[in-house]
Structure formats: structure tokens, C-alpha cells
């Protein structure tokens, strides 16, 4: 089991909280990354503020990262 602690909406337009889950155990075909930092573009907040009318909660975004293998 590999718990993920990251920050994420709970909401439509929710503040970013402290989030934890389970990521489950790496495949054969996955790789495992630390993340060291991770950018938020406006995309993200239309995600966090359910602009498009498709997004789920509870909501991790960030998908510019800078990490480690």
C-alpha cells in the first residue's frame, strides 16, 4: 500500500486541504516519483472551481511537476 498525502478541493471553489489515500501498489509499468514541487496552472483552478462542469471531488490538481525517480 502506498498512502499519497497531497492537497485537494473538497468542493466546488473549496480550499486546498491536506488529503491522503491509498494509491494502491505499483504496476509493472508504473513508475514511482517523488514529487519535490508542483506548479498550479489556470486549468487546475477551473478544475478546483468546476468551471467545465466535469470535475470530481475530492480534486488533487497539479499536473506541472518537478520530482524525482
Known amino acids: 500500500m ?3 498525502k497531497s492537497y485537494a478541493a473538497k468542493e466546488a471553489g473549496g480550499e486546498l486541504e491536506l488529503y491522503e489515500y491509498d ?3 505499483l504496476q ?3 513508475v514511482e ?3 519535490d514541487y508542483c506548479g ?3 486549468s487546475d483552478l477551473s478544475m478546483i ?3 467545465w462542469g466535469f470535475s470530481q471531488y ?3 490538481a ?3 511537476v518537478i520530482g524525482r525517480v
Request: aromatic share 0%; charged share 30%; proline share 8%.
Open 2 to 4: 502506498t498512502v499519497i
Open 23 to 25: 494509491a494502491g501498489e
Open 28 to 30: 509493472p509499468e508504473d
Open 33 to 35: 516519483v517523488r514529487v
Open 40 to 42: 498550479i496552472c489556470h
Open 49 to 51: 472551481d468546476n468551471e
Open 58 to 60: 475530492p480534486l488533487v
Open 62 to 64: 497539479g499536473h506541472e
